[in-house]
């Protein structure tokens, strides 16, 4: 008997109390963590070393990228006219309006369009691939892959995470963009602030940093998207209820692991930006 089947029954025991409990979750979360990081090495690998079916990439990028694209402007551009009436609002009182533009422009490029692009990509493409995968792992189509010597990892998952953490910052500059203009017309075109000083405060207080930060840091979003997805794809079991399953599990980590994701980087970068970047 291994070490694990000697720890794990005792550990998920209910007789043993909350601290198996804990640690059995503790268990659960390494375990996952790793898998995913397997995942993730064994995907990269195969895209470096496998024969790579070109047609496939071009359908996940047409898929995870051009298809996505409208939804993740509309949003974007109702992201930004929503930060700039909070902005107005808040600032019109202290007569200072033309400071929502860098107010409105460092939350949209630095925050709120990676987070709200990365949730958009989540739900529409994310539950899109563990529904595509585990319908072809209960279906057996994956045993079929491997008979005929290709591998699922290769021929799957290695095209989506690319895709996925070469697009997602495309698709957060389009929103970026959008969100900032929109903001820019509903301001100066329908509230009159006046367009000269909104732009000279937006250039003087959102610098190169912010938009390399706010865009670079979607293709870790990427990552954590599309390796999680795959992975609950690849564990579907027990039919159609059990991808409807795995879906919603996919969704619900993938969207946590991208806030806690969120999170860290901006407490890395920000001390980065103040040890070496700031004047």
Known sequence: MSDASRILPAVNDRRRGPLAWIGAGVLRF????????????????????????????????LRIGWESLPVVMLTGGFVGMVIAVQAFATLVRFNAEVMSGPMVNYAVIQQLSPTVTALIVTARVGSRLTAEI???????????????GTSPISYLVAP???????????????????GVVCAALLLIG??????????????????????????????IFG????????RQGLLTTGGASGVGAACTRAVVQAS???????????????RIYDDWFRP
């Open 160 to 178: 989506r995470v690319l895709a996925c953490i070469l697009l997602l910052p495309l698709l957060t500059a389009c929103s970026s963009l959008v």
């Open 134 to 148: 585990g319908t072809m792992k209960v279906s057996e189509q994956l045993d079929a892959l491997r008979v005929l």
């Open 223 to 230: 990552a954590i998207i599309a390796v999680i997805c795959c």
């Open 256 to 270: 946590v692991s991208m806030f806690v994701a969120n999170f860290l980087i901006t407490l890395v970068t920000n």
């Open 30 to 61: 390494l375990t996952t963590v790793g898998e995913l990081a397997v995942l993730l090495r064994r995907s990269m690998s195969a895209l470096l070393h496998d024969r790579q079916h070109w047609a496939v990439h071009r359908e996940q990028w």
């Open 190 to 219: 329908a509230w009159g602030v006046d367009g000269a000083a909104y732009w000279s405060q937006a250039s003087v207080f959102v610098s190169w940093w912010d938009i390399t930060v706010g865009s670079g840091k979607t293709a």
